[in-house]
């Protein structure tokens, strides 16, 4: 008939009624924008109205903090280190254990991590979601990667913003020792007392350090020498 195509609206509080918009002889459009909460629309057409139908908001979930803890391997006896992604970068000798910790602005059901490497292979590491608006991963340092977060909230709504950060493996370089006393050809008679003078570094830390005397026909003999325990 003639009656104009009405569209109603109505969320918790208010109700709102507008007419639709003609896009073919009998095909009439209504466009919903901005919408922030739930609620519910029908149609109308004179005196008839069709069922209310319900739309529902799917809220992203957005990380609002990410706490990184680093646990370098026991044997550099080095401290771990506590910080937020963003202010400090994410490097560790191979084998260091990371805990992420991630606090969002809505329950988070489940999560991963999505390691890109160097040779274009992915992996990927599974959050433990208690439910609540945090999530933790956790795994071991291996090399150098591309890392992007994911999660999801119990609505299976994922966040829609990119969250991206690099992780750094740091070469632990062998230690260095040098002689420099004497030279690298002497000579000496058998009362002579010969001043010995070597240096010996590493950036993480030395566990020993010796003096090796060798002679023709004989076995090395090491003679260590004390040092202090996480001298460098």
């Known amino acids: 008939g003639g009656s104009p195509i009405l569209f109603d609206v109505r969320d918790a509080g208010h109700a709102y ?136 909230d119990p609505l299976g709504t994922a966040n829609a913003r990119t969250h991206e950060f690099t992780q750094v493996l740091l070469p632990d370089e062998p230690p260095t020792a040098t002689l420099l006393e004497p030279a690298r050809f002497s000579l000496a008679t058998p009362d002579s007392l010969i001043h010995v003078e070597a240096v010996a570094e590493d950036s993480l830390g030395l566990r020993s350090f010796a003096l090796v005397r060798n002679l023709v026909g004989y076995r090395d003999r090491a003679q260590p020498i004390g040092i202090a325990a996480g001298a460098r």
Do not use: M
């Open 17 to 152: 009624r507008s007419a639709g918009f003609r896009e073919s002889t009998n095909r009439f459009v209504h466009r919903l924008e901005r919408v922030v909460q739930p609620l519910q629309f029908c149609v109308r057409a004179g005196r008839a109205r069709s069922s209310w139908h319900n739309l529902t908001v799917l809220y992203q979930p957005r990380i609002a903090s990410a706490r990184v803890t680093l646990t370098p391997p026991d044997y550099t006896g080095l401290p771990k280190r506590d910080f937020y992604l963003g202010g400090q970068k994410l490097t560790g000798l191979r084998g260091s254990h990371v805990t992420l910790d991630i606090t969002a602005n809505r329950p988070i059901r489940r999560g991963h991590l999505l390691f890109t490497h160097p040779d274009g292979t992915e992996t990927q590491v599974e959050g433990q979601a208690p439910g609540n608006p945090s999530i933790r991963y956790e795994w071991k340092i291996d090399g150098n990667a591309t890392v992007r977060i994911h999660i999801q």
